[in-house]
């Protein structure tokens, strides 16, 4: 993965622990964030020290957690799978007052509901997050075509396997030990081929309303239950509930969530697809290209843009709504066809929603009109003027 570490990704993280005493770099498990922070510490001019709480030998210096960052308190310690240990946040707290400076610690964690609860009780004012996403395309692009990213998903690891096969078991391999090991250790005590049916269940329908009964009854659990898995999921890093815009209430809308598995690759693995064309045979196809977009935006969108999909009784909708300080900016609808139609829902939601400039999203190169206020784009095209927008 070397190469494709986002200098932006980098610098951010490294702007941060001039400002705070603790950075806390999330995001799923294997997307890269030790790579990160090995970066980080190799470039810095500082000493540094690096603590892996998988490793048991790395945990038993821990025996004395406050004696062991006292004794290095001119270093900056970087903590991986943080999450593992819970009562290191209030010896953080105290270490830290007594010697408050910025860039103390560095903290790796795939899990963020121990991480951010604990951290927000002992560490307020102490703590920054940043979140690490799975490689997107303005990482790749000079080296890769985006069908790649599509199809693998953004793990490096699978991504990067000179065998398309190694990377297809390295998905699955994933997946198991997130049911088996990682949602347990977390604190997700269910019936294991329970929760995997449920997430072959949310790979079938990605991308679609959450019907939340219906799961429940599919799977043979209570819905407090499918409340609990999404949850769990969700601070996983794995899956995105993607809420409605409501701005509109004059309009009957739906107000239930769309629900995403956020790796397409890892998606396409549940699926059992492992190759375009595959793919383009799969009735799932479209929900997956909705979801490749949809990350690929939020992924490199700044943190003041919130985003929504739109959806009326009446059948005005939208894939994507995005918004800044609760005004809708832009309209998009995401497309697999080439030369995909204005559908007439979309221009309803253009109207109910008063945006100027609108967007179909398509694989394809060309880019024309279709209407004064929607132009059809390609993502390679889109995403090269992604950053221009904000």
């Known amino acids: 993965m070397e190469p494709f570490i986002d200098r932006f990704k980098q610098d951010a993280v490294i702007e941060l622990l001039e400002d705070f005493p603790v950075v806390a770099l999330t995001g799923a498990r294997q997307v890269g964030k030790t790579t990160l922070a090995r970066k980080i510490a190799g470039e810095r001019d500082g000493k540094t020290l690096h603590l892996d709480l998988e490793s048991p030998r790395d945990e038993g210096k821990l025996v004395d ?216 045979a799969n009735p799932a196809a479209g929900g997956s290209w909705e979801g490749f977009v949809l990350q690929q935006l939020l992924s490199t969108a700044p943190k003041e843009y919130s985003f929504y999909f739109y959806r009326t009784h009446q059948g005005a909708e939208a894939d994507l709504v995005v918004v800044k300080e609760e005004k809708p900016l832009f309209c998009i609808d995401f497309k697999l066809n080439r030369a995909p139609k204005s559908p007439k829902g979309f221009h309803n939601v253009i109207e109910d929603n008063q945006t100027t400039r609108n967007f179909i999203i398509t694989p394809g190169n060309d880019r024309y009109p279709v209407h004064r206020q929607i132009d059809v784009v390609g993502l390679e095209e889109f995403l090269k003027e992604w950053a221009g927008f904000y």
């Open 65 to 280: 957690p406050e004696l062991f960052f006292e004794r290095f308190n001119d270093h900056l310690i970087i903590i991986d799978e943080v999450q593992r240990r819970p009562d290191l946040f209030p010896v953080l707290r105290s270490v830290i007052d007594r010697h408050r400076r910025p860039g103390r610690f560095l903290l790796l964690g795939s899990a963020s509901p121990v991480l951010i609860r604990e951290s927000s009780e002992s560490l307020a004012g102490r703590i920054t997050y940043e979140e690490l996403q799975p490689l997107t395309w303005p990482e790749i692009s000079d080296h890769y075509e985006i069908t790649r990213l599509w199809i693998r998903g953004g793990f490096p690891e699978p991504f990067l396997s000179g065998q398309k096969q190694h990377g297809f078991r390295w998905l699955g391999d994933y997946t198991r030990t997130l049911i088996e090991r990682d949602l347990p250790l977390l604190g997700l005590n269910t019936d294991l081929s329970k929760l995997r049916n449920f997430l072959n269940m949310l790979a079938h329908q990605n991308g679609q309303l959450l019907n939340q009964e219906n799961l429940a009854r599919s799977v043979g659990v209570t819905s407090p239950t499918i409340s609990k898995y999404l949850d769990y999921l969700e601070h996983a890093y794995i899956i995105r509930r993607l809420q409605p815009w409501h701005r509109n209430v004059k309009k009957r809308l739906v107000k239930s969530p769309k629900v995403y598995i956020r790796d397409t690759g890892l998606l396409h693995s549940l699926l059992g697809i492992n190759s375009e064309d595959a793919l383009r």
